[in-house]
């Protein structure tokens, strides 16, 4: 029974109200956000952390301080992605990024029910992808390290009496027999497979091994698969799935290695009546071996995908130890194998690679072609308006990345060869050398007429906006009253909004640099196979114009692969070095590492699983320890992270919690790339999850737009979600208010704008009007860490 009050007793203070900060992809310092000097960190380590103005740290000891306004924090991420010099070398692992990409760029399905058999089909095809992608990065390795220097130059005496420190592989040495040069050079692909597999270990322990709370799963996340994905309670948990890929990338590319070993000395025992027995029979042994190996690796690809209705803690230990151990085992066993003496063994021409990169751009294509069926087969089951390409985004970001694949490995091939060959050109008459496999060279010669091709499709898209541009300056004096034309600062408030409009037509770029690449590909291919020939010397006996331009792709496109590769190098030094360029590869990972490995676990790892569990434990201990109100605010890819956290968060939590997203990538870029998670279903099972949630935009900006979700239907909401377009700039000329000439600020600086403050302080207000008893929800909750081990058996790749 409540005790009356004592009269002149002092009324309590109302409880706090926070508001939380979350920064976009450039990343801030804590400073900055707060707008004061000397933050000081509240809770959190050095790469993440909560930050308070000096003023505010007692802020909960003394809350009458705070009587109309809210605390303001902020949480800063930005060193989960530009921490230190190391991660610019993630720069070579961005055909690995796009390709899990890929995965979670899926077409949408019906929310209710079980994941249809096409949902995992294409799971697995992008795990496969991915595969083949590893296998490409150390056959390059192989090409380079047993092909260029262990086959072609060391069995030259031109080539190794001109460089010093190839002296022990000249004839008359023992390292100078083939097979022993190339167990020697295996020694490449070997370390490089050992240092991916040391990242992704080393990145797994920090990221996806870290056990989630047991206790933050509500109304979106049940346990089946209904409700929006990113709500279910082990969707930011890939211990197992990220552990089991590893052990069979790694596996894949020392098996690479061991194939690119023993393929020349079966092909030698085969082919000399020399052979003894023994050494035929133990070619036969280690060819049913990596047959063996080959398909175990496929098996553990393919058995599961993910896992999200639940934290998984198990591990495949047998499969964790066994496969890569094995793998190397047997790599060792092949290069013993290839060493084994036989005197009469000379090299000469080329390793079978054209067969083997010929193959594996062949499966790749079929790969990519099998994925857009099945993309297309889901997106017309389930239609999702304003899909990326009519659902078919995960096949261009699979495309894409198989092409990056091919040309960083091409254009590392043919650097290496040019420097082999001196002034000759590879492949071609008086070359010293055979040079790389000709699909290599018919892959640098189809990137002029790519580049080519994407200037036009950019000048077709300039031309467009110019147009825009042109048309919109006219009306846009009038949207502020009383103001003066100005053609100049018309046409500049116009430009502005039609290149922030180029960003809606990035969907059909992508499909014309995808549609262009794979024609372009296709024909390098059939060209490399159909001749064996370099292009410029396919087309010598043609006609002079043809063979002129064959000659010249050839040439420039060699110049181009290396120009990049040189460019990716010096890039990544300079990041290394600078943490200024550091932040800027930073804010490239910022959307491409948002996702999960779920497809392949050499890519950058996912600073989601740091970050979204960290809001997540921020808003539900601070509401539930003070029973204040409290608005996330998030900016640019800031506000992904906050509606990820949200989705997360108890039911009691998130009756406390608001919502406040400004420039805005949620439904303009996520939702068109990833309509399985932010297309308008999920973004819409948010709003009725969160009704206190406003979202601001400008037209000027290139990345935020409206989420375009409408009031829930029988709901008491108090209006839409979207406010906006915002004025940009907030005058037209000069007045009273404005003396200065106002800025156009794009994507920036939105907390300028009067309608931030606003919409804040109105969703504290409708947070406090429905702000539920004091006991609910009371007291800090018990922060249990799921570690159970018993889990029930669930389908193999119940997300795909």
């Known amino acids: 029974m409540p005790q009356p009050a004592t009269p002149g007793a002092v009324p309590p203070a109302p409880p706090l109200a926070l508001e939380l900060f979350v920064h976009g992809v450039a990343g801030a310092a804590p400073g900055e956000l707060l707008r004061d000097p000397h933050p000081v960190r509240v809770t959190g380590d050095s790469t993440a952390a909560v930050f308070r103005r000096a003023e505010d740290a007692d802020a909960e000891a003394h809350p009458e301080r705070y009587t109309g306004r809210p605390v303001p924090e902020a949480y800063c991420w930005s060193r989960l992605t530009s921490g230190n010099g190391a991660r610019a070398l993630w720069l070579l692992l961005l055909p690995f990024m796009v390709a899990n990409l890929a995965h979670w760029a899926r077409p949408a399905t019906a929310p209710d029910g079980p994941p249809p058999r096409a949902v995992r089909a294409y799971g697995l095809l992008v795990r496969l992808l991915a595969l083949s992608l590893t296998v490409l990065l150390v056959a390059a390795a192989c090409e380079v390290a047993l092909d260029l220097l262990a086959w072609q130059c060391a069995g030259a005496r031109a080539c190794t009496d001109s460089r010093g420190w190839l002296a022990f592989l000249r004839p008359g040495r023992w390292w100078a027999q083939p097979g022993r040069r190339l167990a020697l050079g295996a020694l490449v692909p070997a370390a490089l497979t050992g240092l991916l597999w040391f990242l992704s270990a080393r990145t797994w322990s920090a990221y996806e091994s870290q056990p989630p709370p047991s206790d933050t799963s509500g109304p979106s996340a049940p346990a089946g698969h209904g409700g929006a994905p990113l709500g279910r309670p082990g969707f930011w948990y890939g211990r197992r799935i990220v552990a089991r890929l590893r052990a069979a990338h790694t596996a894949a590319g020392l098996l690479t290695a061991a194939v690119a070993v023993a393929a020349p000395a079966v092909r030698e025992d085969r082919g000399s009546a020399a052979t003894p027995a023994g050494l035929l029979a133990a070619g036969w042994a280690v060819q049913v071996l990596l047959a063996a190996g080959a398909v175990t ?83 017309r089951r389930t239609p999702t308006p304003g899909a990326a390409l009519g659902g078919l985004g995960g096949p261009a970001a699979a495309l894409l990345g198989c092409a990056l694949g091919g040309v960083m490995s091409g254009g590392i091939a043919q650097r290496v060869a040019d420097w082999l060959d001196g002034a000759a050109a590879p492949g071609t008459p008086g070359s010293p050398l055979p040079g790389p496999p000709v699909l290599l060279s018919w892959q640098a010669s189809v990137l002029p007429p790519l580049l080519l091709a994407l200037a036009l499709v ?105 120009f990049a590769m040189a460019a990716f190098v010096t890039l990544g030094r300079r990041a290394y070095r600078d943490p200024a360029s550091r932040r800027t590869i930073g804010i490239l990972w910022d959307v491409g590492t948002f996702w999960p490995r779920a497809a392949h676990p050499f890519a950058p790892p996912c600073y989601a699983e740091r970050a ?18 409290l608005v996330i605010s998030g900016h640019s890819q800031g506000s992904v992270l906050a509606a990820a956290a949200v989705w997360q968060l108890p039911p009691a939590t998130r009756r406390r919690v608001g919502l406040l997203t400004y420039g805005s990538p949620l439904a303009r870029l996520y939702g068109r790339w990833f309509p399985a998670y932010f297309g308008p279903g999920p973004l819409a099972a948010l709003h009725r999850d969160l009704d206190c949630w406003r979202n601001l935009w400008r037209a000027t900006d290139p990345i935020g737009g409206p989420v375009g979700v409408d009031r829930p239907t029988g709901a008491e909401a108090d209006g839409p979600v979207d406010r906006g377009p915002l004025p940009d700039p907030v005058a037209y000329g000069r007045d009273p208010l404005h003396p200065l000439p106002a800025p156009i600020l794009r994507h920036a600086d939105y907390q300028a704008d009067p309608a931030f403050t606003a919409e804040r302080d109105a969703l504290l207000a409708r947070l406090a009007a429905a702000r539920p008893d004091a006991g609910e929800g009371a007291g800090l909750p018990v922060q249990r860490i799921s570690k159970a081990r018993a889990e029930p058996a669930d389908p193999p790749g119940t997300a795909g």
């Not at 098996?299 to 793998?327: I, K, M, N």
């Not at 003496?341 to 080329?350: E, F, Q, Y």
């Not at 390793?351 to 062949?362: H, I």
């Open 297 to 379: 690796v496929l098996w553990v690809v393919c058995r599961r995908g993910r896992t999200e209705a639940r934290p998984d803690h198990r591990l495949d230990r047998a499969a964790l130890t066994l496969l890569p151990a094995g793998a190397l085992a047997l790599l060792a066993a092949v290069c013993l194998y290839a060493g084994w003496s036989r005197p009469g063994w000379t090299s000469s021409g080329r390793l079978p690679g054209d067969f083997a990169f010929g193959v594996l751009m062949l499966g790749q294509g079929g790969c990519v072609l099998a994925l857009a069926l099945v993309a297309r087969r889901l997106h």
């Open 458 to 562: 950019a000048a077709a898209a300039g031309i467009r906006a110019a147009v825009a541009r042109r048309g919109a300056a006219a009306t846009i004096a009038a949207e502020y009253p009383g103001a003066v034309p100005d053609p100049d600062r018309s046409r500049r408030i116009a430009g502005a909004r039609a290149a922030a409009e180029l960003t809606d037509t990035a969907p059909w770029f992508v499909g014309a640099v995808c549609l262009v690449t794979l024609l372009l590909g296709a024909g390098a291919l059939a060209g490399a196979w159909a001749g064996g020939r370099v292009p410029a010397e396919a087309a010598r006996d043609t006609h002079p114009l043809l063979a002129a331009a064959a000659r010249a792709a050839q040439d420039s496109g060699s110049w181009l692969i290396g």
């Open 612 to 629: 979204v569990p960290d809001l997540t434990w921020r808003m539900t201990g601070w509401t539930a320890r003070t029973g204040g109100r």
